[in-house]
């Protein structure tokens, strides 16, 4: 279980360099790196599921976060790259990030205000994005916003997750 969570997390990070390193160039290594993360999972029905409603909320939080000019991409709203790189994170949520399922709600959205904008801030740093500034009001707001977005689709999938098991339940 630890080596499966490490191969999980060190292909999101590849995820992550590869698109803020070669951006839309990226797309079709970031696919295939996708399909082997879906190939590896152990609740791929589950991660299925995630991956539609979670990226519906998260693309729809993004959406509103470039409309109010706390985020900037060279396309609008965003990117291919960017929405992969979503996808990816995603499936890390039932494996790698398992932990933050664990957590109280309130401690989830503390780490995930913390390090979240951490994220965003080095792609600033590589210009693949622009983020608002001042830095302090980014982190704070943005951070806190995102951290909120992305504990309602931890929600979203431990809800989730007693339908599929129970539906696997069924079966037998």
Known sequence: ???HSVIN????????FMALLL????NLPIA????LMLLLSKQRKQDLLLLLLGLS?????????VQLNFLGFKSNPYPVW???LWSALLLTVNTSMQFLTRLPWYLSVGVCAMF???SYWAGARFEVITIAQPLWLFWLVYGLSWALMFNCIIFVNKKMAI??????QSKH
Not at 23 to 26: L, M, N, T, Y
Not at 32 to 35: H, K, Q
Not at 163 to 168: F, K, R
Request: aromatic fraction near 18%; proline fraction near 2%; avoid cysteine.
């Open 163 to 168: 339908y599929v098991h129970l539906g696997e």
């Open 32 to 35: 295939a790196v996708l399909v």
């Open 23 to 26: 951006e839309e160039s990226a």
């Open 116 to 118: 979240a904008p951490a």
């Open 9 to 16: 997390f060190a292909l999101f990070q590849g995820v992550w």
């Open 57 to 65: 909320i998260a693309l729809g939080f993004e959406y509103l976060m």
């Open 82 to 84: 960017f929405v992969l």
């Open 1 to 3: 279980m630890i080596l």
